[in-house]
């Protein structure tokens, strides 16, 4: 059984346009969650981070949302780029960590 | 700095046969995951180990898989035998204590034919 979901498994977005990602996890025991961002034919490699203490992180054109009430969270891409482009990772960071499914984003110029 | 280097990058072979997967983590990382991708699954947690020793293994499918950490500076994940069920992206990745995210390896690509 899935612990942490991903429910899109694509996403499609113009260039400039906000990209969201969304992430459901079921435990509320969990307190701190990754995003990581995967190329084709590389391994993933960590994005940003949120601790279940705070509600918002900012890095950048990247902004990741934690509702813990809802058991959700949410990743904004803005500006999103051509480069984005990515299979994007949810995880959540028990003693190991424990990823979603991925959505792939694609952004078209 | 080099990252986490796994071998080979791609395996193809047959069922039955015996398949080693290589990984060299980070110099200097106490912590080193094995994962699988699938399209079903996305990325599953076999084994971890903490300074070599296995810590958690409940994600290893079955008897048929085995992992090893000899030293620091490399671990094995083995397939013996090989069934084309087995196909997948497998991942290996380490970090440091202290909750640094992970650094993951390039995967090696297995297909069972």
């Known amino acids: 059984d899935q612990q942490v979901k991903q429910n899109s498994p694509s996403l499609s977005v113009q260039e400039g346009r906000i990209s969201i990602l969304n992430c459901d996890y079921t435990n509320s025991m969990f307190d701190y969650f990754l995003w990581y961002k995967k190329y084709p034919a590389e391994g993933p490699t960590f994005l940003i981070s949120i601790s279940s203490i705070k509600d918002k992180n900012e890095d950048g054109r990247f902004t990741v949302f934690l509702n813990k009430s809802a058991k959700h969270l949410s990743l904004h891409i803005v500006p999103s780029q051509p480069g984005d482009s990515a299979v994007y990772f949810c995880a959540a960071d028990t003693d190991k960590l424990i990823f979603g499914t991925g959505t792939r984003l694609q952004v078209f110029p | 700095d080099a990252g986490v280097i796994q071998s080979p990058r791609h395996e193809v072979t047959e069922m039955g046969q015996e398949v080693t997967l290589r990984c060299k983590p980070i110099s200097g990382h106490d912590y080193l995951f094995w994962y699988r991708q699938t399209m079903m699954r996305g990325l599953e947690l076999l084994i971890y180990f903490n300074n070599n020793v296995p810590i958690d293994d409940s994600g290893m499918p079955e008897d048929r898989f085995s992992a090893k950490m000899p030293n620091a500076s490399f671990s094995t994940l083995k397939i013996q035998p090989s069934e084309p069920r087995d196909s997948a992206v497998y991942f290996c990745?380490?970090?440091?204590?202290?909750?640094?995210?992970?650094?993951f390896g390039d995967g090696t690509r297995l297909s069972i034919l």
């Open positions: 990745a380490s970090s440091t204590d202290g909750g640094e995210p992970q650094h």
